[in-house]
């Protein structure tokens, strides 16, 4: 199981910006995708942005101008930054890691999760 471990989350007044990361134990080429998702008390969890193996992203319409995935493969690190920040924004953000298992199964490993919240 591949070990994914987030920072960066914090209390942040609206218009705000913080950065999220999220360190992998392996090496980032090692995915075939890697996201962030959040989810909000009584809310499902939901995507929030998504990078593929290729650097194609994809961003939830709620985010979309705002919010920036990025990465560092040196690192093995991959990044979240968000600006004009809302208190809609306000959840539990979590790293997601896609692969494919040995026997071809998709796996999808999570981090434990970091709390974001912005008071208004």
């Known amino acids: 199981q591949v070990q994914l471990v987030e920072s960066g989350g914090g209390l942040v007044q609206a218009g705000g910006s913080l950065r999220l990361s999220c360190a992998a134990s392996?090496?980032?080429?090692?995915?075939?995708?890697m996201g962030w998702y959040r989810q909000a008390p009584g809310n499902e969890r939901e995507l929030v942005a998504r990078?593929?193996?290729?650097?194609?992203?994809n961003y939830a319409d709620s985010v979309k101008g705002r919010f920036t995935i990025s990465r560092d493969n040196a690192k093995n690190t991959v990044y979240l930054q968000m600006n004009s920040l809302i208190p809609e924004d306000t959840a539990v953000y979590y790293c997601?890691?896609?692969?494919?298992?040995?026997?071809?199964?998709?796996?999808?490993?999570w981090g434990q999760g970091t709390q974001v919240t912005v008071s208004s």
């Open positions: 990078i593929t193996r290729g650097g194609s992203t």
């Open positions: 392996v090496r980032l080429f090692s995915f075939n995708a």
């Open positions: 997601n890691a896609e692969y494919f298992s040995t026997t071809g199964s998709l796996v999808r490993d």
